[in-house]
């Protein structure tokens, strides 16, 4: 059993425990995510997930369903556009990226389709150099 000083000290029953044990997971679980997990979290309509069932579920159905995860063929139709510099495409780039789920990717293959998808002009004039990651593009 857990020792929860809260629940001996003032005498709360054991559903009032659990609501209360439950909140509080609902509500720190947002500090546990990062990158389009938060950004699906910050998303939600407020008050559209007060228990963790509530949350859970629609967890599940954003990430899971496959009707928002991306493919490699998604990145590498990714071009940069004409008004678009090249730290927004890489940005973009990223963020697309990260809905590719079940892809893995080091970090020299994720520049390579990077560098792939820039302005003819820029690929051009930076084609005789490797980069080994993103940062290293920007």
Not at 34 to 52: E, Q, R
Not at 93 to 117: I, M, P, T, W
Request: net charge positive.
């Amino acid at each position: 059993m857990i020792h929860r000083p809260w629940s001996m000290s003032i005498g709360l029953s054991s559903s009032v425990e659990k609501l209360l044990t439950e909140m509080l997971r609902v509500r720190l679980f947002s500090s546990s995510l990062s990158g389009s997990a938060f950004t699906w979290f910050i998303s939600l309509s407020p008050n559209s997930a007060i228990t963790w069932a509530d949350l859970e579920k629609q967890f599940h159905k954003y990430f899971f369903s496959g009707v928002h995860e991306k493919k490699i063929t998604d990145l590498v139709r990714l071009k940069q556009r004409n008004d678009e510099s090249v730290e927004s495409f890489v940005q973009r780039l990223r963020e697309v990226k990260n809905k590719c789920y079940s892809l893995v990717l080091d970090d020299r293959q994720l520049a390579d389709l990077a560098f792939q998808g820039l302005l003819p002009h820029i690929r051009d004039k930076y084609a005789s150099q490797e980069f080994e990651s993103l940062s290293h593009l920007v």
